[in-house]
């Protein structure tokens, strides 16, 4: 009954403000703004872990496209314990800062849905058109069923099946707990069991694609995989990241940009410190702070992480401790090369404080000769084997918040059509051609033109992958 009333005064308190003061933006009708602050209110509030990811399990933002069909299932262990051989290996020089909590597994399997329309292309005999789809949630909270709008959507305009999993959550699973799960996947795709009802899919026909977290946490997939080459993993046809979330530092300029109209909050303190003490929390913390013991006493290994990562006020990140912020698989802006990667799509909102972090990894995929990563890193490119640019196609929309494909904007739907169309580009469903690498400002007529001035001024940012002074 509270939580009712709280949800009925903030339905009236936003319906005025929206006819008195007017939207946040002259785009935003009244349903998207009662939406987006629907969405703020999950962050504003003062709860536990715990409390969050349970309010969050149950909000259900639009519902499931008409026509769409849902089955739910669950990836055996075994794909898990396949996708460790590969990650033992990339991540034996972050080894001694991981939780190796990550490898003891505490359920049967992955949680997972198909999200498809019958009749699509697989059963016509057309391309097995497959999206692997990662969801946000800043690694801590969401599930699978909260983008079910988004997922049955892309379901329908690219005419796809779509692969949707619920990967462990932080903090009580860090990382690599999620790209565990998410390499787990796209394993079984590329070898199911003889009773998941289709045969080994061709990587060159699946699409990884996610927002927010699940944005960072794809384009990570893709390193790894990238990384992993030598032991025998496919490149996948593609990645799209919508909103991705690539630097857990929180370095870039728009993350403290009060003129964003975000819903996102400043996140210049991170998103570990906001919460009431709960059990999750505390046993973090006390983990964090044996990690660090542990390193400064023993000596496990080199120090990956830069001097402003020791904060005496604690953790930036619920997915990772500090001394682990820069590894390229939990930020992939910090990569020490972004070339070699499959064809990219990434699109941002104006308006959102992720802004300028998508900026910087599109002209880094693109030209990673041109843009280099945090000063930390210096010549540490030169030595790296990925020094082919990515084939990269960057979009920012007009006036739109972070993770805007949740309501329905003009925007929303040109970014569906391109989306459509970039999958049947990389699956070669019509033998279009690539284009070459772009960076696009999308407007609210749809009509494209070159960045903005606003756009830019990340390019001069001297401290890339070092977070911002808290006050």
């Known amino acids: 009954m509270v939580e009712f009333l709280k949800q009925l005064l903030l339905l009236i308190s936003i319906t005025i403000k929206h006819y008195l003061n007017g939207p946040p933006r002259p785009s935003w009708n009244l349903r998207g703004h ?15 872990i715990e409390e969050m990811q349970r ?19 669950k990836i055996d262990n075994k794909y898990r314990n396949e996708a460790k051989v590969h990650l033992d290996k990339i991540l034996k020089p972050y080894e001694h800062v991981l939780d190796p909590e990550w490898k003891n597994l505490k359920d049967d399997g992955i949680i997972s849905q198909w999200v498809q329309v019958p009749n699509d292309g697989w059963e016509k005999g057309g391309v097995k058109k497959t999206i692997l789809y990662l969801h946000g949630g800043g690694y801590f909270f969401f599930t699978k069923e909260t983008y079910n709008s988004i997922t049955s959507s892309l379901a329908k305009i690219a005419n796809a099946k779509v692969l949707v999993i619920n990967y462990r959550l932080a903090p009580q699973n860090q990382f690599p707990a999620a790209l565990h799960d998410a390499l787990a996947a796209y394993l079984y795709l590329l070898n199911p069991p003889k009773d998941a009802g289709f045969e080994p899919l061709n990587p060159k026909n699946i699409v990884i694609a996610g927002d927010s977290a699940g944005g960072g946490l794809s384009l990570a997939l893709g390193l790894a995989i990238r990384d992993a080459r030598d032991t025998g993993l496919p490149s996948c046809a593609g990645i799209i990241g919508l909103s991705p979330w690539v630097d857990l530092t929180a370095s870039t300029p728009s993350i403290l940009d009060d003129e964003c109209a975000d819903y996102l909050p400043n996140l210049k303190g991170g998103g570990a410190a906001h919460f009431l003490e709960s059990q999750a929390s505390k046993e973090y913390k006390e983990k964090d702070a044996a990690f660090v013991a542990k390193i400064k006493n023993q000596n496990l290994g080199p120090k990956i992480w830069h001097d402003s990562f020791d904060r005496p006020e604690g953790r930036l990140q619920l997915y990772v401790t500090n001394k682990g912020l820069a590894i390229p698989y939990v930020s992939p802006m910090l990569a020490e090369s972004l070339g070699n990667l499959p064809p990219l799509l990434l699109i941002a909102g104006d308006d959102e404080r992720l802004r300028d972090e998508a900026i910087y990894f599109a002209h880094r995929s693109a030209e990673p000769t041109k843009y280099k990563g ?9 030595k790296s084997p990925f020094q082919t640019p990515t084939n990269t196609t960057f979009e920012i929309y007009e006036e739109m918040p972070h993770d805007f494909q949740f309501v329905d904007y003009v925007c929303t739907k040109i970014s569906y059509d391109r989306i459509a169309k970039f999958i049947d580009r990389v699956t070669n469903t019509f033998n279009e051609p690539f284009l070459p690498s772009s960076y ?32």
Not at 34 to 48: D, E, G
Not at 440 to 452: H, Q, V
């Open 440 to 471: 696009n400002f999308i407007n609210l007529k749809g009509e494209f033109s070159p960045l903005k001035e606003r756009h830019k001024k990340v390019f001069n940012w001297e401290k890339i992958g070092i977070p911002h002074e808290m006050n």
């Open 34 to 48: 009662i939406f987006w602050a629907k969405f703020a209110s999950l962050f504003v509030s003062y709860k536990t």
């Open 55 to 73: 309010a969050s399990f149950n909000f259900r933002p639009a519902p499931v496209q008409a026509g769409v069909v849902i089955n739910e299932f």
């Open 374 to 382: 945090p000063s930390y890193n210096a010549g540490k490119f030169e």
